[in-house]
Structures are given as C-alpha cells and as structure tokens.
C-alpha cells in the first residue's frame, strides 16, 4: 500500500527541538518511502529510512544536478526554469563534471591533513573562551563561540586576509542564516561573489598557503575557482555553527549525557559521531531520477523529485536502537549526518576535528554552564532553513 504525505512539515513538535517533525516518524512507521505533495502540484516522493536513502545516495540513476529540480516542496516557483549549477558549485552536479571540481580537493581534506589543523583549532578554541570568561556571563554562544570557530578556520583555508574577515562573515551570515529578507540576500549573495572574485585574482597573482593557491596553477577558471570558494564557505560554516550551538544545548538539556563527556575525554569521538547522528543539522537533500528506478518495491519515475530525509533515516529504529536516545557511548556508527556515495561531505573530517575540540573545551572550561532562559525561549531557525539550529543561545555560569 503506498503512504501518501500531503505536504513536507514546516515546525517541530512544540519541546522537541532535536527531534524530526513528528509527521516524518509517522511517514517512516508507515513506509520507508512516502508520496509527497510538492507545493506546485507535482508528485514526487519522500525516503524517510535508513537503508533507502543511503543506497539512493549511492545509486548514479538518481541526479544532483540544479537544473533538473524545477520542483520545491515549499515554494510554487510556478513556470519559472531552474537554472545548473554555478561554475565550481560541485555539490548540484552529477558526474564528470562533479569529479572535475572535486577531484583536486580530496587531499586537501583528508583524515591526516585536517588532524594537523588540530592545533590551530585548540588555539582559536581557547582564544573564544578567553574572550567568553573575560566578558563574563551571560552570554549569546552562538555568536561568541559557535560561529567564529568554523568562520575563521574557512577564512584561513580560503585565504582571506585578516583584515577582511569581520566584513566577509558579516556577509556571509546575512546569505546563510535564513532570517533576511529577499533584497538583502541578494545583497549578501552579489558582495559575497565580488569579493570572493576579487580574492581568486589576488590569489592568482600571489598565491599563500591555501587551498584557493593551491588551485590557481591548474586549468580553473576564475569563475570556477569563485565556485569552489562559494561551496567551500556555505558548507563548512554554517552547518558546523549550527552543529556546535544546537550541539551545546542538547548537552545542556542531557545533563548525565553532559557530565559523562566531562569526566571521559576518551568518549569525545563518540559523543561527536553520535551528536552529528542525533540533530542532523544538514536535515534533507533532493535528487531527481534520471530513468525509471524501483525503490522500496515502488517505481521512480524518470524526471521525479525525491527528498531524502537525513534526520528522519538517522532516528530510524531499524538501524539505530533507541533512535530518539541521545548516548555518547553508542557504537553503532554508520550515520548519514555527512550522506553518502560520490557527494558524502568533502570537509568532514574538518567538521569533526572543530567538534572534537571545541565541545570539550567549552563544557570543561565553564563546568556550571547552563542555559540562561528557559529551554522553550531558545529560538530555533525556521524549519524551511536548509539547516537545523539556534538562532541564539544564550548561556551562563558561575563565576
């Protein structure tokens, strides 16, 4: 019997911060795999388990590609056309062009490359906290320690002079937050793009220790490299900021959960996979069948949408047991928080290695952290932000 959702939800259950809509759970109880509704009329489907959505990722017949999602599930863009994706935008492409892009990257983000960077990290770890302790309580953690950890750690990997950074950000936050209107965004969006020009033709003339430098000797384009620059920031700012402030306040509201990350350093790894597992901030991607596919013993028609729902298939009971349980000490491995296949998260290892610092740190430097208003006074980001998390946290402690 095929399971029908009418339409995607647009809010969590009221005190569930951290969970899926609960409208998800129930389309996953059902089936794994759901009609949806999307808000043009078209019919497409929604892949809320585990093991569907990870061999979708995995399968070439499902496309990534910009221009063939002319759907939202949100949104009625009526007739208007989806244009491909931006020169270097790799992550809306399908292969060759997508490993055109992302080839020359790998091995600036491997395991090895990115644990050297440890140090920087514990150093601008340390430098926030500093700055928090000096200022005192109470204190807003998303702009005081969430944010600026992944923001200067890209800034420095893309380059950016010291001296532009504070400006930079404040533009890319304004793109990314999904709190501005329109007009802003586009404001945001067209001096994010001039700049980042502006820095591959520094770079071009003379290249740092980087990774838009390393890229400048290949056959890239301007363009191209203006591209890569542009996912680079997107992807390895705000979902590792939302990680490390939604992050904190799961900890917050899981005190045995926190008070074990405290007394085992040994666990971190652990707590920092099963964190990712648990909010998967990054919540849903699409893709689009490039041919007729059965999944789940139902036919994809060739040209249909699919949204596949992360946070859904990391809560499913089928592969993770007690999935709604935050525990630092499961070991089940294997979540979807970063995807899967050919387009699995570039700057995880990144992403891991800021977590890994950066939550003990905090949680060990200021042991009477707590939140500073009551749980359901901290705001989240609108569910139709690509990424789950807080707009503010505002925290306190002993002095």
């Not at 998800?24 to 043009?40: G, Y």
């Not at 542009?230 to 509201?253: E, I, Q, S």
């Not at 525990?327 to 699995?344: I, K, N, P, S, Y």
Request: hydrophobic share 40%; charged share 25%; with cysteine.
């Amino acid at each position: 019997m095929e399971h029908t959702v009418t339409a995607l939800p647009t809010a969590r259950q009221s005190g569930c911060p951290f969970d899926p809509p609960k409208e998800l759970t129930e389309a996953r109880a059902h089936s794994p795999i759901s009609r949806l509704t999307f808000a043009d009329g078209h019919q497409g489907w929604l892949v809320t388990g585990y093991d569907l959505v990870r061999s979708i990722l995995a399968d070439p017949r499902f496309s990534s590609r910009r221009e063939l999602m002319r759907h939202h599930p949100l949104i009625d863009y009526g007739d208007v056309e989806t244009p491909p994706a931006a020169p270097g935008e790799f992550l809306l492409m399908d292969e060759p062009l997508h490993g055109r892009y992302r080839k020359p990257l790998v091995g600036k983000f491997t395991v090895r490359r990115m644990r050297q960077l440890t140090e920087r990290v514990e150093q601008i770890t340390a430098d926030h906290l500093d700055a928090m302790e000096k200022a005192g309580p109470p204190t807003d953690l998303v702009t005081a320690f969430a944010k600026p950890i992944p923001a200067m750690m890209i800034c420095e990997l893309l380059g950016v002079p010291y001296e532009d950074r504070g400006s930079f950000q404040s533009q890319v936050e304004s793109l990314i937050s999904g709190q501005v209107g329109d007009d802003e965004m586009l404001t945001a969006y067209t001096s994010v793009q001039h700049y980042l020009a502006e820095l591959v033709t520094a770079k071009r003339a003379d290249p740092t220790d980087d990774v838009l430098s390393d890229l400048v000797d290949g056959d890239f384009t301007d363009e191209e490299l203006r591209g890569i620059g542009f996912l680079l920031l997107a992807a390895g700012l705000d979902t590792t900021a939302n990680m490390l402030a939604l992050g904190t306040f799961a900890l917050l509201r899981n005190p045995a959960q926190l008070a074990a990350l405290r007394a085992d350093p040994a666990l971190t790894d652990r707590a920092v996979e099963e964190l990712l597992r648990y909010l998967s901030v990054a919540k849903q991607f699409y893709r689009v069948a490039l041919e007729d596919v059965e999944v789940g013993g139902h036919t994809i028609t060739a040209g249909t949408m699919i949204i596949l729902a992360y946070h859904a298939a990391n809560r499913d009971p089928q592969r993770f047991a007690d999935p709604h349980l935050l525990d630092l000490r499961r070991d089940d491995g294997g979540h979807l928080a970063f995807g899967h296949g050919v387009h699995q998260c570039l700057g995880q290892q990144l992403a891991r290695v800021e977590m890994r610092v950066a939550f003990p740190a905090l949680v060990n430097r200021f042991p009477t952290l707590r939140l500073a208003v009551p749980a359901e006074e901290v705001g989240l980001r609108p569910e139709a932000a690509d990424i789950h998390g807080v707009t503010s946290l505002p925290v306190t402690w002993d002095v």
